[in-house]
């Protein structure tokens, strides 16, 4: 089976399932020693869980609402991806002053002082069943990964810890059990998609920016799933041109919604997934939206 790469080369690092070729070429460990800056902010998530969302409305508060760069250059050089081989490590290294940058890493294969250094880290986190259904669909999206089971075996492989970035429970955990730390915000899907004015407004008193409530309504409007979804900046048009995509299987913003897991979940499914969310979640005080 081929659940995360080219030649299905996964590999278990630190508990954690990653691509071979992060290990292989040493990146996982330039990850551990790289150095982040005070002025950093990072995004972090379990994928699927509203990543691209959350960095734009990062992106729009940290330089104060500049919509020319935000629609003149693609989210992916904006806001660079840590572990990805584009543009790298070294070019993220040679970027002066505070950078924004995403990561799908937990927290544990990060550098150990990160949360004293002063980085502000933002993790976002979605309720799992809806994680696994964007995850499923990224999955026949993707042409390198071309996954083409059905939902109920792509669901299993997930409970299994078998897909790139799982287990998923620990991921969300190891951020979670910091949340105290006063370097970390940790935010919802679910709270976003109910109130984005109160999360941006959040959002931007954790990096110590003022706005006004009109400009929170700008930033809330321009990342609407909507207007995301049109933007060419920001909604990953340009895999397309560069045959990353089964263009028969969507698009990366494909509905943007909370609770649309019940169209995927048969009543066995569910069951199972709940009593494995429930042994997760057992001794903590995590708990997850799971409709709107
Ligand atoms: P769906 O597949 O459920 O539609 P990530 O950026 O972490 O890969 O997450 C992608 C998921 O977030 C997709 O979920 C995508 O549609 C959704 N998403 C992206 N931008 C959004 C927005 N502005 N509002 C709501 N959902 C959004």
Same mark, same amino acid.
């Given at each position: 089976?081929?659940?995360?790469?080219?030649?299905?080369?996964?590999?278990?690092?630190?508990?954690? +399932? $990653?691509?071979?070729?992060?290990?292989?070429?040493?990146?996982?460990?330039?990850?551990?020693?790289?150095?982040?800056?005070?002025?950093?902010? +990072? +995004?972090?998530?379990?994928?699927?869980?509203?990543?691209?969302?959350?960095?734009?409305? %990062?992106?729009?508060?940290?330089?104060? &609402?500049?919509?020319?760069?935000?629609?003149?250059?693609? $989210?992916?050089?904006?806001?660079?991806?840590?572990?990805?081989?584009?543009?790298?490590?070294?070019?993220?290294?040679?970027?002066?002053?505070?950078?924004?940058?995403?990561?799908? &890493?937990?927290?544990?294969?990060?550098?150990?002082?990160? $949360?004293?250094?002063?980085?502000?880290?933002?993790?976002?986190?979605?309720?799992?069943?809806? +994680?696994?259904?964007?995850?499923?669909?990224?999955?026949?999206?993707?042409?390198?990964?071309?996954?083409?089971?059905?939902?109920?075996?792509?669901?299993?492989?997930?409970?299994?810890?078998?897909?790139?970035?799982?287990?998923?429970?620990?991921?969300?955990?190891?951020?979670?059990?910091?949340?105290?730390?006063?370097?970390? $915000?940790? %935010?919802?899907?679910?709270?976003?998609?109910?109130?984005?004015?109160?999360? %941006?407004?959040?959002?931007?008193?954790?990096?110590?920016?003022?706005?006004?409530?009109?400009?929170?309504?700008?930033?809330?409007?321009?990342?609407?799933?909507?207007?995301?979804?049109?933007?060419?900046?920001?909604?990953?048009?340009?895999?397309?041109? &560069?045959?990353? %995509?089964?263009?028969?299987?969507?698009?990366?913003?494909?509905?943007?919604?909370?609770?649309?897991?019940?169209?995927?979940?048969?009543?066995?499914?569910?069951?199972?997934?709940?009593?494995?969310?429930?042994?997760?979640?057992?001794?903590?005080?995590?708990?997850?939206?799971?409709?709107?």
């Amino acid at each position: 089976p081929n659940y995360g790469d080219k030649a299905g080369d996964r590999f278990l690092y630190n508990g954690y +399932v $990653l691509h071979g070729e992060m290990i292989k070429n040493g990146t996982i460990r330039d990850v551990k020693n790289f150095e982040f800056r005070p002025q950093d902010v +990072v +995004v972090a998530s379990f994928p699927k869980s509203g990543t691209t969302w959350l960095e734009e409305i %990062v992106f729009l508060i940290q330089t104060h &609402l500049d919509f020319k760069l935000a629609a003149s250059t693609i $989210l992916e050089s904006r806001f660079p991806y840590l572990e990805y081989p584009y543009p790298g490590l070294k070019s993220i290294a040679k970027q002066q002053g505070g950078r924004m940058i995403k990561t799908h &890493l937990p927290l544990s294969l990060l550098p150990d002082d990160l $949360l004293q250094k002063g980085t502000k880290v933002i993790y976002i986190m979605r309720n799992p069943k809806d +994680v696994a259904v964007s995850y499923y669909h990224f999955f026949r999206l993707l042409s390198f990964v071309n996954y083409k089971g059905e939902f109920r075996d792509f669901l299993k492989s997930f409970m299994k810890n078998e897909v790139v970035y799982t287990p998923y429970f620990p991921h969300v955990l190891e951020y979670w059990n910091n949340r105290d730390n006063p370097n970390l $915000l940790v %935010v919802h899907f679910e709270e976003m998609k109910k109130d984005p004015e109160t999360v %941006v407004q959040k959002i931007s008193n954790f990096l110590g920016k003022d706005l006004t409530y009109d400009e929170v309504r700008m930033i809330v409007e321009h990342t609407r799933f909507e207007n995301m979804a049109i933007n060419p900046s920001v909604n990953y048009s340009h895999w397309e041109d &560069l045959g990353l %995509v089964n263009k028969n299987e969507g698009k990366f913003f494909r509905k943007g919604a909370v609770g649309d897991w019940q169209n995927y979940f048969s009543e066995d499914l569910n069951r199972d997934f709940d009593s494995w969310i429930s042994q997760n979640l057992e001794n903590t005080k995590l708990a997850f939206i799971f409709a709107d």
